[in-house]
């Protein structure tokens, strides 16, 4: 199992909400949040653990996760 240290987690969740305020609020759905929390997870696991490499990283994949949930 992956370790994160309550820092990181904090950046990851903070990097979440962030991303979040980038979806249009029609699409702000519960599936969407939780599959943008996994790209972070992703993206954390992969050493990309900046705040904004985790935001850059997850509004990347929002157009894409809006299409595959519709």
Do not use: C, F
């Amino acid at each position: 199992m992956t370790y994160y240290s309550p820092q990181l987690i904090q950046t990851m969740r903070d990097a979440l909400d962030a991303v979040m305020t980038q979806v249009p609020m029609s699409h702000a759905t519960p599936g969407l949040k939780a599959h943008l929390a996994e790209v972070i997870l992703q993206t954390a696991a992969q050493g990309l653990t900046s705040h904004d490499g985790l935001v850059a990283a997850a509004a990347d994949q929002i157009q894409t996760t809006i299409s595959m949930l519709s």
